[in-house]
């Protein structure tokens, strides 16, 4: 990601997850800020340290990151997969230049 977006561990809430509750049904203040803070932390991908300091205070358990399991997935089966494919494809984005 981009350093715009990710922020140092000191930033992140300790507390998050402290009042989560996901079983308790319909919109809960805690519930949205914990969500909230685990989308903060999605963007970390490119700080693998950042992720392991936080998910200890919110009680994750440590898991591969999607880019870290997708490298392990042979090459025949995402091959095999896109011809079974169905959806439309669009052509990739051209990328773009932005002045700062």
Do not use: C, N
Not at 3 to 32: E, H, I, K, M
Not at 73 to 79: D, E, F, K
């Amino acid at each position: 990601m981009s350093l715009f977006v990710q922020l140092p561990p000191a930033d992140y809430s300790r507390t998050a997850f402290d009042r989560f509750r996901p079983l308790r049904g319909g919109f809960d203040l805690d519930d949205a800020r914990a969500m909230i803070w685990m989308s903060q932390l999605a963007y970390e991908t490119d700080a693998p340290q950042t992720i392991a300091d936080i998910g200890p205070f919110w009680d994750f358990k440590p898991i591969d990151p999607v880019r870290v399991q997708a490298q392990h997935i042979a090459p025949a089966r995402l091959s095999a997969s896109a011809k079974t494919a169905s959806w439309p494809r669009s052509p990739a984005p051209t990328p773009r230049s932005i002045a700062i």
